[in-house]
């Protein structure tokens, strides 16, 4: 799920994603790729379909879904603490997939 103000922001996501080759070696469906228009809803969306994981780069939302959702991974330049057991933190999505 990716937060974004319009649709040209969503399909540069979903451009982005298909440059990186996820869609193809990574295991993630096109078509499953959800937006929302405001961090509120993400977190929201994020407990009702209940994820075995999750990625944000928000810290907020990443606290606030630590006991519902199995997994998570916080993206983040800055190496936080972690918050729970069950949340990883990695400075990118290359870096925790061993592409880097």
Known sequence: ME???????????LTALEN??????GGLVKDKVLFCSTEI???????QLEPDWHI???????SQLARF?????????S???????NVFNSPS???????V
């Open 93 to 99: 999505l290359e870096q925790f997939f061993g592409c």
């Open 56 to 62: 944000d780069t928000n810290p907020e939302i990443i």
């Open 41 to 47: 809803g993400r977190s929201s969306f994020v407990r």
């Open 3 to 13: 937060r974004v103000l319009d649709d040209e922001s969503e399909q540069k996501v």
């Open 79 to 85: 190496r936080p603490e972690r918050t729970a057991v």
């Open 69 to 77: 959702i199995k997994y998570q991974l916080h993206v983040s330049p």
């Open 20 to 25: 990186a080759g996820v869609f193809t070696s």
